[in-house]
């Protein structure tokens, strides 16, 4: 496999994630409370938004170089 083909499997996998999950969602620990024996600590959820044009992008990124990959492909062997 050379980089190419290999980009191009990333850059479609990617493109695909991308628009299916619509952005990352990840969770954070925040300052705590502490009451004599008790403790209460706090989880703060946050979401950062991916735009589908980006998946899109990626995706049409990843077909074409396959395409170039594989017509460059065909001219070496002629």
């Given at each position: 496999?050379?980089?190419?083909?290999?980009?191009?499997?990333?850059?479609?996998?990617?493109?695909?994630?991308?628009?299916?999950?619509?952005?990352?969602?990840?969770?954070s620990m925040g300052e705590g409370?502490?009451?004599?024996?008790?403790?209460?600590?706090?989880?703060?959820?946050?979401?950062?938004?991916?735009?589908?044009?980006?998946?899109?992008?990626?995706?049409?990124?990843?077909?074409?170089?396959?395409?170039?990959?594989?017509?460059?492909?065909?001219r070496a062997a002629a």
């Amino acid at each position: 496999m050379n980089l190419k083909l290999v980009v191009a499997i990333l850059l479609i996998a990617l493109g695909v994630v991308a628009l299916a999950y619509q952005g990352i969602t990840y969770t954070s620990m925040g300052e705590g409370i502490q009451i004599g024996p008790m403790h209460m600590a706090t989880e703060r959820t946050r979401h950062i938004p991916l735009p589908p044009i980006l998946g899109v992008i990626a995706l049409v990124g990843g077909i074409v170089l396959l395409v170039v990959e594989r017509k460059g492909s065909g001219r070496a062997a002629a």
